[in-house]
């Protein structure tokens, strides 16, 4: 059985439209920004709710996807829009959390201002094919790297290293303390993820498969699935927002490295975003990044190690 979130989907396309109309014009200074005397620092700064610089005139050899998007002043992002901490979509249709703030980044290292990024919804299931067809530039969603979606898309990072965990009714009604007990009963995750397929190929439970895991979260209260599973950062962020409704097993049992997506074979993209995401991971910028996204609720971790595969 699948759920389908077609309302959602209509209004959030509704609110990208709404956002859209009010961007402000590629390049205009922040707060804090540019004087008109020539003599302004190489950077603006105070740009956007991360506060990231944004590169001026950056410079990119001739007919690299990252002088197309610097030209283009624009960068379209897939990610998540109903996951709290990651990404979550605010009141005016823009979605918030680490994965949009790691998506304005790059954005910021393209010279691409926040106002200036599309952020299109990419649920589990069509990330890939939303790379392979040229919807989006890059997928930044809780994007698990693995050998199967290399051979579709690549992937620069890890920026972030989950696992998959499990959370079930406040109380614990079923007794469940692991992937183990799922064996042969309902379990709601999202259709095209790695915590679905390992809780339904591993584990032998049976799957509800969901488009996205917000759809999950009513099936557990009225108890048609005993448990929901995927990383432990969704959940956490699921359990945070519904004070007493949900409990986190707490235990993962699989290892999550999360991914930027991009178009197969770019290798050049994929230096870039590498580059990027090594020298925030030095200079404090992905720590500061992670604070005060899902830090708020989170420990904040040491970065990972890069993988230039
Ligand atoms: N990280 C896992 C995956 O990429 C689960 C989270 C998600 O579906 O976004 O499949």
């Not at 200074?29 to 590169?55: H, K, Q, R, V």
């Not at 920026?159 to 007794?175: H, K, L, R, S, T």
């Not at 409990?247 to 050049?268: M, Q, V």
């Amino acid at each position: 059985m699948r759920l389908t979130r077609k309302t959602t989907l209509a209004s959030a396309a509704a609110m990208l439209l709404l956002g859209l109309t009010a961007c402000a014009p590629a390049g205009s200074a922040g707060p804090g920004g540019i004087d008109d005397e020539g003599d302004a620092p190489a950077a603006a700064t105070g740009n956007g709710p991360y506060n990231l610089e944004i590169a001026e005139n950056p410079e990119f050899e001739a007919g690299t996807t990252m002088a197309e998007l610097a030209e283009a002043g624009t960068l379209r992002v897939g990610t998540k829009f109903d996951q709290p901490l990651f990404g979550l979509q605010g009141p005016d249709g823009t979605p918030v959390g680490f994965d949009v703030a790691i998506a304005a980044l790059i954005a910021a290292e393209l010279g691409i201002a926040f106002e200036d990024i599309e952020w299109t919804e990419a649920q589990s299931a069509v990330r890939e094919s939303f790379l392979e067809s040229d919807q989006v530039d890059i997928v930044v969603a809780t994007y698990t790297i693995n050998d199967a979606r290399k051979e579709r898309i690549d992937f620069a990072g890890p920026y972030f290293i989950a696992g998959q965990d499990i959370i079930v009714q406040a109380g614990n009604p079923e007794g469940i303390t692991g992937p183990e007990d799922l064996a042969g009963l309902p379990v709601c995750s999202a259709e095209g993820s790695t915590p679905a397929a390992t809780i339904a190929d591993e584990y032998g439970a049976e799957l509800l498969a969901a488009g996205g895991y917000s759809d999950c979260l009513d099936p557990l209260r009225n108890g048609q699935v005993v448990a929901v599973t995927t990383d432990n950062v969704i959940l956490s962020g699921f359990v945070d927002q519904n004070p007493g409704e949900f409990e986190l097993l707490g235990e993962t049992f699989t290892e999550e490295p999360y991914g930027i997506g991009l178009p197969l074979g770019d290798d050049a993209f994929r230096t870039f975003i590498n580059d990027v995401l090594e020298e925030a991971f030095e200079d404090g910028t992905w720590a500061r990044l992670y604070e005060e996204t899902a830090g708020t609720v989170l420990e904040v971790p040491e970065p990972p190690m890069v993988d230039r595969y």
